[in-house]
């Protein structure tokens, strides 16, 4: 049994990190995995639960959050009629797809390599975050027939890869091809739910070795930071709503596409050990 001080100290942890991630996600926008994964990784690593499937659980774990903050950010937006469920229907196949795929090549590769992944993935989206322009386009439509059989899977692979939902790579997607913000965010959402709910399956039959997990993780998946998460988020995320309309947020944007620029090169740093 771990030690008592440990695991309430583990717990106020994740508590302040979930309570962090929900008003981000509310102000700015952002998926909660792209600040979960790095999270959960320090946190666990400083509490001595470092091994070469750490990365694995920071996933899986980032990911079983998203089941239920995707969830509810869908039908949150399907009630204002924002979920363009069209685009839902033509991607899910192929979405679902790729993150099984993610979770089989997750659960081979060692830690270190996810690290250098999450690295230099995060850094593309932070870079976009802090220079990209509501205004750019690579089309006025939607990908169809073949780039969707071809773009579907690997926004569901990349995503399980990183740990994250539909949002980074979704919203980019669909502005550059037409959609405006508001429908992009919302349809986004359900780009999460197909990505979650198949990869948490997935990663729940993931072998993990007891010596290197924290307590009460089944699978790949540690349910007390799940729930925590979870809890937390469901608070504070409306916080963080109501501050985005009482503020711009775009400077702020800015700034947290700094943050995630140089945690991304942190995590590409130890990944390479330096």
């Known amino acids: 049994m771990p030690d008592l001080s440990l695991l309430l100290l583990m717990a106020a942890v994740l508590a302040t990190i979930g ?17 979960l994964v790095p999270a959960f990784f320090y946190t666990f690593s400083a509490l001595g639960y470092g ?5 694995q659980i920071c996933l899986a774990t980032s990911l079983a959050t998203i089941v ?13 009629g924002a979920v363009d469920w069209g685009i839902l229907r033509v991607w899910a196949p192929g979405i679902a797809a790729g993150a099984l795929i993610g979770v089989i090549v997750a659960s081979g590769l060692k830690s ?5 992944i ?14 990209g322009r509501t205004h750019w386009r690579l089309a006025e439509d939607m990908p169809k027939g073949p780039r969707v059989a071809m ?4 926004i569901g692979f990349l995503s399980v890869l990183m740990g994250i939902g539909g949002g980074s790579f979704g919203v980019p997607l669909m502005t ?23 990869s948490v399956l997935g990663f729940m039959f993931v072998q993990i070795d ?3 997990r924290p307590p009460w993780t089944i699978g790949a998946v540690n349910l007390p930071s799940f729930l925590l998460i979870v809890s937390m988020t469901l608070i504070t995320a409306p916080l963080g709503v109501k501050l985005a309309h009482a503020m711009n947020p775009r400077p702020l944007k800015r700034v947290f596409a700094v943050f995630l620029t140089l945690v991304a090169l942190s995590m590409l740093r130890k990944s390479l050990g330096w």
């Open 118 to 131: 999450f690295g230099v993935l995060g850094l593309c989206i932070g870079v976009y975050m802090g220079l």
């Open 151 to 154: 773009i579907a899977p690997l």
């Open 19 to 35: 309570a962090i991630a929900g008003v981000l996600a509310g102000l700015l926008g952002v998926g909660g995995g792209i600040v």
């Open 51 to 55: 091994s070469d499937q750490l990365m």
């Open 210 to 212: 007891p010596a290197g």
């Open 112 to 116: 270190v390599v996810l690290q250098a």
């Open 68 to 80: 239920v903050t995707s969830v509810r950010s869908v039908l949150s937006h399907h009630k204002k």
């Open 176 to 198: 550059l091809h037409g959609r405006s913000i508001h429908k992009a965010v919302a349809t986004a959402a359900g780009f999460g739910v197909l990505i979650a709910v198949p």
